[in-house]
């Protein structure tokens, strides 16, 4: 055994047909689970130029390797589809419990194509699966459909990924939730979901991962480790302590906290939205995802009651605090739990609103337009009501479900420097000017602005810090500090992009391979090997990540994606108006020599980024060439 | 006195854990010596905030009624 069971469900919502189809051992190494697989999948069966709101368009559900081994961090599978907001590789991953289910439900991935004539939502049950009716599900709340479910199938312990009110409506940043508080947020894959008539897909598993694994015995005791250090290693005690909130504070002493739709980097209100105000007012207790002994995750009350949502992270709380400059931490847990009652990504829908602040203050956008909202920054009740308005269209959110790009493109006069997104998806609550290589990834990220590309700037600014040593194992020279940008620093995102990749494929979280995070490479490397005997290196570890990053770029080159789609938007090569990085400007030449030197290191061409024959040829991606190089070349 | 926080994974190293200290700083203290005094390893120490100004010279004094804020690496998630 490998870690897999190596079956692929395959799902015809059109014929209303199933079928399970077995991979082989040999493609499965090349692409073992998660982005790589999905990635193999897209670009062998998906025609270029569909509409991703159309039947045609697929989406593949794929989990990793190593997602649900008893293993801290393990929880991750990804969705991928083209995507309805960037128009380019649709790609998002989510911890939580559904993943791990619908492995031990005995399967590697699920394929959807097609589109059902009326409603329908999957239910899978240990290698069986059936297509539902689901017109009472339609319209509903998420945590209603979650517990009609359960009630309906009598079991409690079903987990159930689905789209919402959002995705229905094809907002084109709706998500998707599992135990309604963990979340594929970005990409739109909630519109996928919508477009073809499925709502949810419930599961139940029994299987055990270590029947899969090749040396179980070996997982279960990495495992065991792993949990007994979570509370003795700096970087998963302080995930424990604060989860991702420990981050305002910090952002605002270095004049970073995305303020006002990225205008400003300080924000008047930060301490009524940081740590102490959330756990002062609205925090309850901590929450986990499968088998993880970190527990980052936060449970809240709104207005004295515990939400049945989950809480607020950093990225929300940025988002819809001082990014639409409202400081208070229970506004904010509001604006939470509508957008995952409905099933918005929160970061795209707060950005867009944002966006759209911005366009009202500058006269772009009036009442009239507003349907009489005053959408100042730091309306908060405005904000609210834009959160239902865009999930269920109506009047002005009919145009914001759009998202901020096509939003500017139609309002025109300015609009368009407004709309703070890469490849038409909106960024991410971490300021590139303060930590440069976070803004190349947002720049050359397939799936649009992503600020989990790589590990963030910071921490290889020097040779004795944890990040640098375990970078150093990764292949990674001469430190470097946060606000530069130079060969070296390209030397280590090229190297950083391929491990977390690798992650992606895998099924880890962010936040537990080191450099992030506290588990060492070498025992990344055991779980793998435990998983899956291959006995695989550090170096073939990275081609794995490296492959699946070139089959997403293959994709969104046959979309008509070029460089002049690896950018940042124009405000973030200006200075911030005040604080610490007001003297910190990112210069376009630089940025652009940067981008061909990271190109070079990729082996594409320096100039277009289109890969070279010979390194896909050395990816093993041969097979592409002869299906595409006539359209790639 | 100076009033010093630490932030993020700093917090770990601390007696107790604790994240807020006062310090007698005389006719001076370094921010170095604050580092090794609160048992914080420096290389560590990603962000310093004297008073609302971001430095990145440990040997800076600091001095009474100063506020000194230190943090470890501020990363993704």
Known sequence: MFGSSLKILRVDLTNQTMRIEQLSEEIYRQYPGGKALAGYILLNELLPGVDPLSPENILVIAVGLLTGAPVSTLPRYVVSAKSPLSLGFGQSEAGGFWGPEFKLAGFEAMVITGRAKEPVYLFIKDGEAKILPAGHLWGKLTAEVEHTLRREHGDDRIRVLQTGIAGENLVRYAGLTNDLRHFNGRNGMGAVFGSKNLRAIAVRGNGRYQQLAANGAGLMEIGKGLARRVKDDPISWELQSHGTLGLITPFQAAGMLPTRNFREGLFEGWDKINWDAYEEKIFTRNHSCYACAIRCKREVKIDGKESEYGGPEYETVGVFGSNCGVGDIEVVARANELCNAYMLDTISCGMTISFAMECYENGLLTQADTDGLDLRFGNAEAMLTMIHKIARREGIGDLLAEGSWRVARKLGNGAEDFSISCKRQELPMHEPRGKFNVGMGYAISEIGADHLVIPHDGGFANDQTYQFKEGAKLGMQNPQPAKAFNPDKMKHFYLLEQWVSLENTVGYCFFGPSPRSFIRVEEVMDSINNACGWNLSVEEAMLIGERAINMARLFNLREGFTREDDTMPKRLFTALPEGPLSDIVISYEVFQESLTELYRLKGWDPQTGVPTRQKLESLGLGWVLEKEWSRLA | ?77
Do not use: W
């Open chain 2, 1 to 77: 006195m100076v009033s010093v926080s630490v932030g993020g994974y700093l917090g770990f190293y601390t007696p107790r854990h604790q994240r807020k200290f006062q310090f007698a700083a005389g006719e001076g203290l370094a921010i170095s010596e604050i580092v090794r005094q609160l048992g914080l390893p420096q290389a560590e120490v990603a962000l310093v905030s004297l008073n609302g100004d971001v430095v990145e010279d440990f040997s800076i004094l600091v001095r009474e009624g100063d506020e000194l804020k230190l943090f470890s690496v501020t990363d993704g998630g």
